[in-house]
């Protein structure tokens, strides 16, 4: 068993982290955003989110969690108010691919055989794909590590969802600064969060395509997609068991431990 009871490798040193890798862990790797999320919420929601929920499932699966990846794709004016918002960092799809694929890599390179992208920003799913297909690609003939990719939200369970959104769930993907991130915030990070600056405006009537350059009078002036109104700690609590229990049981299902 490890020596030490920290499971973010960027709070080991190399010699305890040398060690601990030799028992074959599970690495998790958080992947964020550094975006806006309205007036009531701090740029980095999505990296702490991501980081916060793969270090509650690392306790479960004594697990390891790798260096956040906390700049995503650009946002979507569809998902994340658009790229067009000051206060929102996005990189191009190639820099985020790039990222994933060297993390998984170098883990490889490590001996690491079992890896999960936990992922907290919903632009960045089908780039952390492409990261690890490439990956695994340039691994070919070496020894390959089996690899899970999912984002946490998947893992909120029907029942937690009619429960918390007793009006009707709006979706995922205008859950941008919305009830979701906002109770989690409530529940982990209490002072960064500013409820009293919530804009409790109706969710965002956005059309079903994109348009380029982007038109940005579609987007809430809020820069949320809903409004965060109805947030509290207690949701936060109740939606980070269903998503930790839910990634715990997958994780574990998967790679059999």
Same mark, same amino acid.
């Given at each position: 068993?490890?020596?030490?009871?920290?499971?973010?490798?960027?709070?080991?040193?190399?010699?305890?982290?040398?060690?601990?890798?030799?028992?074959?862990?599970?690495?998790?790797?958080?992947?964020?955003?550094?975006?806006?999320?309205?007036?009531?919420?701090?740029?980095?929601?999505?990296?702490?989110?991501?980081?916060?929920?793969?270090?509650?499932?690392?306790?479960?699966?004594?697990?390891?969690?790798?260096?956040?990846?906390?700049?995503?794709?650009?946002?979507?004016?569809?998902?994340? !108010?658009?790229?067009?918002?000051?206060?929102?960092?996005?990189?191009?799809?190639?820099?985020?691919?790039?990222?994933?694929?060297?993390?998984?890599?170098?883990?490889?390179?490590?001996?690491?055989?079992?890896?999960?992208?936990?992922?907290?920003?919903?632009?960045?799913?089908?780039?952390?794909?492409?990261?690890?297909?490439?990956?695994?690609?340039?691994?070919?003939?070496?020894?390959?590590?089996?690899?899970?990719?999912?984002?946490?939200?998947?893992?909120?369970?029907?029942?937690?969802?009619?429960?918390?959104?007793?009006?009707?769930?709006?979706?995922?993907?205008?859950?941008? !600064?919305?009830?979701?991130?906002?109770?989690?915030?409530?529940?982990?990070?209490?002072?960064?969060?500013?409820?009293?600056?919530?804009?409790?405006?109706?969710?965002?009537?956005?059309?079903?395509?994109?348009?380029?350059?982007?038109?940005?009078?579609?987007?809430?002036?809020?820069?949320?997609?809903?409004?965060?109104?109805?947030?509290?700690?207690?949701?936060?609590?109740?939606?980070?068991?269903?998503?930790?229990?839910?990634?715990?049981?997958?994780?574990? !299902?998967?790679?059999?431990?």
């Amino acid at each position: 068993p490890p020596m030490t009871h920290e499971r973010n490798i960027t709070r080991l040193d190399a010699f305890t982290y040398r060690k601990i890798i030799q028992d074959d862990p599970v690495m998790l790797i958080p992947v964020g955003a550094i975006e806006q999320h309205g007036p009531h919420m701090p740029l980095g929601v999505d990296m702490m989110l991501s980081t916060k929920m793969a270090e509650l499932v690392a306790e479960n699966i004594n697990a390891l969690v790798g260096p956040t990846i906390t700049t995503g794709y650009k946002s979507q004016q569809r998902s994340g !108010g658009g790229n067009h918002i000051i206060g929102s960092f996005g990189f191009d799809a190639a820099t985020v691919i790039g990222i994933c694929r060297t993390f998984v890599r170098e883990f490889a390179r490590h001996g690491l055989k079992r890896i999960a992208f936990i992922n907290g920003h919903y632009e960045n799913y089908q780039f952390i794909y492409e990261g690890v297909d490439l990956a695994l690609r340039d691994l070919r003939g070496q020894s390959i590590p089996d690899v899970m990719l999912l984002s946490y939200w998947d893992f909120v369970t029907e029942e937690v969802i009619s429960g918390l959104y007793p009006d009707g769930f709006p979706g995922w993907d205008v859950e941008h !600064g919305g009830v979701m991130e906002t109770s989690l915030m409530l529940e982990y990070f209490p002072d960064l969060v500013h409820m009293d600056r919530v804009m409790d405006l109706p969710a965002a009537a956005l059309p079903p395509y994109d348009l380029l350059p982007v038109d940005p009078t579609l987007t809430p002036e809020s820069g949320c997609l809903s409004s965060a109104k109805a947030a509290s700690a207690e949701k936060g609590a109740i939606l980070a068991d269903s998503i930790v229990s839910g990634i715990t049981d997958a994780i574990r !299902g998967r790679f059999t431990m």
